[in-house]
């Protein structure tokens, strides 16, 4: 698979992502949630930049947790798209569909590290009762807030030792978490035969 046409698929896909975390950021408060379905709802969240809405502890004033998962996303991010690069101009032919599922997980890390990179210098802070605009930001380079949307609540449960009923699936991610997840699992599942030849090889 050509170079030029992986580049333009991870473009695609960043652009994608961008473009839904930007309008849900500019016109839904935090906490809003708009009901597409009974079990899919636009659901505006932020987390600072874990998958799936989850949480990163920090201690003390300074997020130093958010800041070492930012470099920590650059880095990766760095030797997935070498590895891309060099699968791409081996001699001998890689399987298009080991190349996709690499640049999906490419382009959703690279949505997701837009978000914390720049977010917190071009937005003003999303709040329950106010919608960000484009202005004074409300953090720091590398320190802003990662948006997610995706919300299906498939359906309440309640196990025998819970105190309360649980929703199934309740986890808030966005267009980028899709792209990493989507292409790991097809990577696992389809083209695991690849990279096991690949170990071998070495």
Known sequence: MKLKNITILVVVLVLLDQILKIWIKTNMALDESIEILPWFHLHFVENNGAAFGMQIASGGGFDWGKLLLTLFRIVMIGLLGYYIYHLSHRAKATPKGVIIGLAMVLAGAAGNLIDSLFYGMIFTASTPLT??????????????????????????????????????????FNFADSCVTCGAIYLLFFQYKFFSKEEKSK
């Open 131 to 172: 919608v960000a605009t484009l202005g004074e930001g409300y953090s720091s380079f590398l320190m802003g807030k990662v948006v997610d949307m995706f919300y299906f609540p498939l359906f309440d449960y309640r196990l025998p030792w819970m105190d309360y009923p649980r929703t199934f699936f309740g986890a808030v």
